[in-house]
T-cell receptor
Framework: KAGVTQTPRYLIKTRGQQVTLSCSPI?????VSWYQQTPGQGLQFLFE???????NKGNFPGRFSGRQFSNSRSEMNVSTLELGDSALYLC??????????FGQGTRLTVV | AQTVTQSQPEMSVQEAETVTLSCTYD???????LFWYKQPPSRQMILVIRQEAYKQQNATENRFSVNFQKAAKSFSLKISDSQLGDTAMYFCAFTISRQGNQFYFGTGTSLTVIP
């Protein structure tokens, strides 16, 4: 059974640009959640999607958005990138509450 | 507010010895799940052990066990017979049952197993 797949693994962008990250959950999982990991702030919840609907949202500015498709794949988008957006972005997929499997993450560097 | 506190930023243990990582949390909810995740240098978050808050019995997974004290809101992880492959960052976390899969993470404990 394939795990959670995040693409791309590494990304370098310039300030002011936008970026789209992708997460393919484990087959059959309908919940996908996203996290930002930085040395200073640790792991912070961005949002969760379930059956194409945003179920929860963390405390991030509107530049951070996401969506989920009918096949449960999810994308997150960050517009007008700032240096502080440099981070490891992790997604997790879940079949049932209280269970999550994480992808390997996308390392975003903003220069 | 939901918080997780890991008071030990770094720890080390000799190979084959036992080590305990501390975690306290705060929530006013009654139904939740608690987790320990391991993040090795590869950055993949790997589930170590999971505990349902309504269960009084402490969870165990091979060399890993927890000491769950619900009243004290404490959830420590014990690693027995430590192995070199246990070297990693360990995160304590919880989710609230009615909130789906929104994880609240601690700041992590960096564990080094010394040969």
């Amino acid at each position: 059974k394939a795990g959670v797949t995040q693409t791309p693994r590494y990304l370098i962008k310039t300030r002011g640009q936008q970026v789209t990250l992708s997460c393919s959950p484990i087959s059959g999982h309908r919940s996908v959640s996203w996290y930002q990991q930085t040395p200073g702030q640790g792991l912070q919840f961005l949002f969760e999607y379930f059956s194409e609907t945003q179920r929860n949202k963390g405390n991030f500015p509107g530049r951070f958005s996401g969506r989920q498709f009918s096949n449960s794949r999810s994308e997150m988008n960050v517009s007008t990138l700032e240096l502080g957006d440099s981070a490891l972005y992790l997604c997790a997929s879940s079949l049932v509450p209280g269970e999550a499997f994480f992808g390997q993450g996308t390392r975003l560097t903003v220069v | 507010a939901q918080t997780v506190t890991q008071s030990q930023p770094e720890m080390s243990v000799q190979e084959a010895e036992t080590v305990t990582l501390s975690c306290t949390y705060d929530t006013s909810e009654n139904n939740y799940y608690l987790f320990w995740y391991k993040q090795p240098p590869s950055r993949q978050m790997i589930l170590v052990i999971r505990q349902e808050a309504y269960k009084q019995q402490n969870a165990t997974e091979n060399r890993f066990s927890v000491n769950f004290q619900k009243a004290a809101k404490s959830f420590s992880l014990k690693i027995s017979d430590s192995q070199l492959g246990d070297t990693a960052m360990y995160f304590c976390a919880f989710t609230i049952s009615r909130q789906g899969n929104q994880f609240y993470f601690g700041t992590g404990t960096s564990l080094t197993v010394i040969p």
